[in-house]
């Protein structure tokens, strides 16, 4: 029924000396059962469990004033670049107001533009086993997006892009911390001058930490105005950033030679 996703699921994973984060009651839990406090990075699962069926709804924002004319074919991300989702277990995200879009430059606000889609939500899990094969982390969120907004008619962008975390369970002694980040340099035009394809990647960080061991990896999303949602993947946290980044030139190379 669930299908691997094809997502970063790279781990790193290093041993951290013992911290202030940790009690010294599971300090010394993790000193006496190693085994028991050590992700077993083979074991790190990320599964697509399907569309959400009622996304959450992010409010739109007051509308922008202003009388700069935008420049449709550069793309600009208004809302946050880089936000925490999820710190020592707990969900600290607020999708109403932690998003990250992709406008066109001059924009104020995503209420200037019309056309907007119904907001879709994919859902994941997460899950992680120690070392003697018990499960420790599992985590299920929703990755949340609006597109098809236009500027009078015309182009496709991006706005509400956001991680909703729907559940998370932890073993006792265990730290899961769930970071995003949409950097500008993945933001582009993959459609023409005239008529605009927004485009972002979206990474999704995630770090689960015990007294004796810190494990990580990267999740990367790509999205564009048009609609299109997908998952890159590669066996290293900074080869599926440039896969994604390759995967974009390539796209805008072909367009430019369609229009010679």
């Known amino acids: 029924m669930y299908r691997r996703a094809l997502l970063a699921l790279a781990v790193v994973s290093f041993a951290i000396p013992a911290a202030a984060q940790f009690s010294l009651k599971e ?26 069926v009622a996304p959450t709804e992010v409010t739109p924002p007051e509308p922008g004033v202003g009388d700069v004319i935008p420049v449709l074919d550069s793309i600009v991300n208004l809302g946050e670049k880089i936000w925490k989702i999820i710190k020592d277990n707990a969900p600290v995200v607020n999708v109403k107001v932690q998003y990250a879009s992709a406008l066109p ?22 899950t992680a086993k120690n070392a003697y094969g018990m499960q420790v982390i599992k985590l299920r969120y929703q ?9 009078k008619g015309a182009g496709k962008y991006l706005t509400a892009v956001t991680v909703e975390p729907l559940l998370v369970e932890a073993a006792w002694g265990y730290h ?4 995003a980040n ?9 459609g023409t001058t005239e008529e605009p394809v927004a485009a972002m990647m979206a990474q999704l960080g995630w770090t689960i930490a015990t007294a004796i061991k810190q494990s990580q990896g990267k999740s990367i999303y790509y999205l564009e105005g048009n609609g299109t949602f997908q998952e890159i993947g590669g066996p ?3 080869e599926g950033l440039d896969k994604a980044k390759a995967a974009i030139a390539k796209t805008m190379e072909e367009t430019l030679r369609s229009e010679m």
């Open 105 to 126: 430059e001059g924009i104020k606000s995503w209420t200037q533009m019309g056309g907007w889609q119904r907001p879709k939500g994919t859902i994941y899990e997460l």
């Open 27 to 52: 300090i010394k839990a993790a000193q006496q059962d190693p085994k028991a406090y050590t992700v077993d990075e083979m074991s790190v699962e990320i599964v697509k469990v399907g569309p959400s």
């Open 176 to 179: 899961l911390s769930l970071d």
């Open 236 to 238: 290293f946290r900074r």
């Open 143 to 151: 990755v949340l997006r609006t597109s098809g907004g236009s500027y």
């Open 182 to 190: 949409v950097p500008d340099s993945t933001l582009a035009n993959v």
